[in-house]
């Protein structure tokens, strides 16, 4: 069965059909003023980048969306999980200094932030679920308790899994510290002591102390590590990988948890994607490199699958922009995503997606151009 999934583009054409406008738009277009009542508490459910970090979306984006609940009598708080890795969001306090610094000061978005699994990662809910990987998964607490969840996904690539798009955010995103770490890989990633230099940098930044330097290499142990590919990502010298089965477990781990957190917390969730600043990484880094592709527009749906798989499309469209990590690369068969990260099948997590229910690949593209009529949320 298709989804529908609304499309903003970038262009402005006059005054009342700017960026902004678009952005309540296709809030009301894709329905999500229907689960939104009275006293509401509606969870605003993003990644606020790391310090450092300025592809995030915009401060001023999410201020839309939560004026447009307050309009509708919701109560919104803008919300995320700590991060396993130990940079700026590990824990509460940092995690809330850090999305202040990066603009999400209540001045400006109006709606105050909690941190969903709370202090430490501990905050949560244990659901029962009868799942190929889990029969229970950890869901955060200020997300479970929530009336609604509108999912804002910054889309970009990924180090681990090819692309970031909406079952990412949900999966990692609405998950404890115990249910992050439950769905990372077990496979040990691999060190090439060749090209390893004993900096040391992987032994830093490895939340579970598995990692020593041993006669001039990284040694990981396979009783510590869990699998959250962590050191991949800060190796300087790309001495560290990922097995090919680590990341396809991992893919289909995740799509189970955003199954379970859909089906099972309180809420009804609504989705929207901001194809802008599109980078070959994470928000997670403490630096944006360049975009891969001009800022294409804003996704809207009820379907998670469907609009990862419209802003996938969407981006392979696109010609890569110059001087850029995809300009550096030969082309891999016209995909962007392969060309970029060529050790990750990134399709995995919405093709396991599908199979298990979470939504359908199979969707219509509906451009938004103007505002819809004032009645059509509620019709919808």
Known sequence: MSSTVYFADMRSRKQDEGLLHKIRWLFDRAGFGTFVQPDDLVAVKLHFGEQGNTAFIRPLFIRQIVDRIKELGGKPYLTDSGTLYIRTRTNAVDHLNTAITNGFAYPVVGAPIL??????????????????????????SDIYYSNAVIVATHFKGHIS???????????????????KQEMHCKDLP????????????????????????????????????????????????????????????????????????????????GYMSFLTEITPDCDCNRWADAPIVPDLGILASDDPVAI???????????????????????????????????????????????RIGLGSRDYTLVPLDRAPEPHCASEE
């Not at 969903?116 to 950890?138: E, M, Q």
């Not at 032994?203 to 020593?212: D, F, Q, Y």
């Not at 922009?321 to 392969?338: G, R």
Request: net charge negative.
């Open 115 to 140: 941190v969903a699994d709370g202090l430490l990662g501990h905050s949560t809910v244990d659901v029962p679920v009868d799942f190929n990987y889990f029969d229970t998964i950890h869901i955060a």
């Open 161 to 179: 899994h090819g692309f970031g798009g909406t079952i990412k955010n949900v999966a990692m995103g609405c998950a404890s510290r115990r249910g």
């Open 190 to 269: 691999q060190v090439d002591p060749e090209r390893c230099s004993a900096c040391g940098e992987c032994v830093e930044h490895c939340p579970a102390g598995a990692i020593r330097v041993v006669g001039g290499a990284a040694v990981l142990s396979r009783e510590l590590c869990m699998g959250c590919l962590e050191c991949t990502h800060v190796c300087p010298c790309e001495a560290i990988t990922a097995p090919r089965e680590a990341t396809h477990e991992m893919h289909e781990k995740m799509a189970e948890y955003a199954l379970g957190i859909v089906r099972h917390s309180r809420a009804k969730f």
């Open 308 to 354: 990862d798989q419209a802003a996938l499309d969407l981006v392979n469209e696109h010609a890569p922009l110059p001087n850029s990590a995809l300009s550096e690369k030969t082309p891999k068969d016209d995909d962007k995503w392969q060309t970029l990260w060529p050790d990750i099948y990134p399709y995995d997590i919405i093709e396991y997606a599908e």
